[in-house]
């Protein structure tokens, strides 16, 4: 037996675990699992797995779909939100196959290997270490209903500025005031503390939350820079931790991108710097806002393949709700200092040069994490492969507000696409380089710009309360 999976043994035996979890990711970026009492828990099921049905998660045909996942040590945690003691773990999945099992390729957490594999043996750098923000807002109530006599949506929270009439505390917020509002404002401040520790219990590091611009309840939990392969399953778990923490407290979280009209929505930037040799490969004092030309590469391989990488970053029809002027949601392909308009922003209070990074300001939560990141690795690869520069393709640097431009300005700047079927265009039309090293496979990116097609033919079927209200006299 090795040490890890003695180790494991070892755990359940001295923390009285009666309950073994696997969490598997679908297509979609989404946690399913599956449960295995702990007295029938073996060394065996460490190394062999447990089989599943891998046609129910989106990546393989009915008839060859009978796959493995192996758990992964590295990932093991006492579940807090699971009343009977239980250890959880996520892991990869295999293709059933003889004389050994072999990764399934299209498996998320497999790619992200793959991503950082395909960046070490270009000899570009070591690492690339992430940061993503979580924006999401707490609810008190929510509720939908999609029939055919019956179309609705109905949310509440307690702060929120409609409530001033009858809320009878008057702690209720302006509309887009919440931004860093302290209390008795801030009423889910514990919450998110709890959030946190949570957060930090696993093994993620945070650097911060807070209360954001929206009003009826919104919020962000920032971590610190990890390295991508481990921040892919940060995120599963940060997400894990927000929702079942708030249903814990009474209330409903999301990290959907739009929920409330009129108020700001929720993004998950996403900061990004490279490493080689323990040095900082973005770094140079003589650069514009102190970034070496890699990082100027970096940033023109993400902004050319921009339009693509919307289909994987922003991969729902709401998600291009957030997507527009007036929320400091970005709209203009192009980078800057500073600049919350433009796509990609530099920040200017990252001063020392092992800090030195940028961030891609489009990208949101309903994406599946492990695809958003090695698409954004492998487009900002080819940047640098390329030595595609960002401000002789016209893409800035923009240190003015886009929002506030001209209309006769504004025409003349490249926009983010407007629609998912859009990206989903783009997609199909601009994917090598995702499929450089075998990184995505091609028949993952066919399967899922097939599998969004139906979702959006599903969607566009479906008659929206606001139609009644513009159409139904017409």
Request: with cysteine; glycine share 6%; aromatic share 10%.
């Amino acid at each position: 037996m090795n040490e890890k999976i003695k180790a494991i043994m070892d755990l359940i035996k001295t923390e009285g675990i009666e309950m073994v979890d696997f969490k598997m990711v679908d297509i979609n970026g989404a946690f399913r699992h599956v449960t295995v009492p702990a007295h029938s828990f073996n060394e065996e099921m460490m190394t062999d797995g447990i089989g599943f049905d891998a046609s129910n998660y989106g990546y393989a045909v009915v008839e060859k779909s009978d796959m493995v996942f192996i758990p992964d040590p590295d990932t093991a945690f006492i579940d807090p939100f699971c009343d009977i003691p239980t250890l959880s773990m996520s892991g990869n999945a295999m293709i059933i196959d003889y004389p050994e099992n072999r990764p399934l390729a299209q498996y998320p957490r497999n790619i992200v290997v793959a991503a950082e594999k395909y960046m070490q043996d270009q000899g570009i750098a070591d690492e690339i270490l992430i940061l993503p923000e979580f924006e999401f807002y707490l609810f008190d109530q929510v509720g939908w209903e999609v029939k055919p006599h019956s179309i609705a949506m109905d949310l509440d929270a307690e702060a929120a500025y409609w409530n001033s009439a009858t809320d009878g505390s008057g702690n209720v917020v302006p509309k887009q005031k919440n931004y860093h509002i302290a209390k008795p404002f801030d009423t889910s401040y514990e919450i998110r503390s709890e959030m946190c520790r949570l957060i930090e219990q696993v093994g993620i590091p945070v650097k911060y939350h807070h209360p954001e611009v929206g009003a009826a309840g919104q919020f962000e939990i920032e971590p610190k820079l990890g390295k991508l392969s481990k921040m892919a399953d940060g995120t599963m778990m940060i997400k894990y931790i927000i929702r079942n923490t708030a249903a814990k407290h009474g209330k409903s979280a999301t990290l959907m991108p739009k929920p409330v009209m009129g108020e700001a929505g929720n993004g998950m930037h996403v900061h990004m710097l490279l490493m080689k040799d323990g040095r900082p490969v973005f770094s140079d004092d003589n650069g514009y806002a102190h970034l070496s030309r890699e990082a100027h590469w970096f940033i023109g391989g993400l902004l050319k393949h921009i339009s693509a990488l919307c289909a994987i970053t922003n991969p729902s029809t709401n998600s291009f709700k957030r997507l527009v002027p007036g929320f400091e949601a970005p709209v203009t392909v192009g980078y800057a200092t500073s600049n919350r308009s433009a796509v990609i922003r530099i920040p200017a209070y990252a001063k020392r040069p092992e800090e030195r990074r940028f961030e891609l300001r489009n990208p949101d939560a309903t994406c599946n994490p492990y695809f958003c990141y090695a698409a954004i690795l492998m487009a900002g690869l080819d940047g640098i492969k390329n030595k595609i520069d960002p401000k002789e393709n016209g893409w800035g640097p923009y240190d003015f507000n886009l929002f506030n431009l001209p209309e006769e300005e504004k025409k003349k700047l490249k926009g983010l696409p407007t629609s998912l079927d859009a990206a989903l265009d783009a997609l199909e039309a601009d994917h090598d380089f995702l499929t450089e090293g075998g990184v995505f496979p091609l028949h993952l990116i066919e399967k899922f710009i097939s599998t969004k097609r139906d979702e959006l033919r599903q969607m566009a079927a479906i008659p929206h309360p606001a139609e009644f209200e513009r159409y139904y006299n017409l």
